[in-house]
């Protein structure tokens, strides 16, 4: 056998080695998110968000921001119940590669290159449960947080994308989807948020 057919054979077997992987991590967390609304949730709020912040009344954005409330504590109490359910997954079947790009089983050869999807969940969840954005004073106060929620919840995705697919995937799924660059989304999520991700995925 020559090397060419060989380094076809190898990728073809790598090729398909992934896709089992990505189907099996796809699964996992579809069985896990299927059970809370989080996803019409948050897409209700990044809406509601682009609507308040595009009203020039502000008895009106007031009223919007009002609307939203009970919205933002259903996601956050959803999220965290959510974190309680995944953090009960077996450790093995939650490492995600910090590689650009998704190879099989990395997380089992290379353990130390990884992080524990269950912690960036809980992560996520303190990170959607802080920035209450009624609850504030004021009207600038309030957009100052409606935009570091939805950065919340933009990175909450990333970090779906990223274990089901790769860092790179999410980063480009990420761009397309809300036209937001993942290095924006990190600088405007809360510090405490920023800092764990951090640390968590070993760039602290």
Known sequence: MDFFTLAIIVSIAIYVLKKQEQRRRTQLLAEYLGRYQIEKLMGGLVEGYLRALGESDLQRRTQVWALLESTEKSLAEQFQRFADDFSK???EQVRVSTLPLALPYVDRIYPR???DMREMVKIHARGLAAPQVFAAQD???RRKR?????AEIFL???SCHWFCKSLTVASVRLLA???TAYEQVLASVSSA???A???LIGRA
Do not use: C, K, P
């Open 156 to 158: 909450m995705q990333h």
């Open 139 to 141: 009207d600038d106060e």
């Open 193 to 195: 948020t920023r800092d």
């Open 113 to 115: 290159g990884t992080f």
């Open 177 to 179: 989807r809300h036209q």
């Open 146 to 150: 409606a935009f570091a929620l939805t």
């Open 89 to 91: 997954v077996d450790a």
């Open 197 to 199: 991700y951090l640390r």
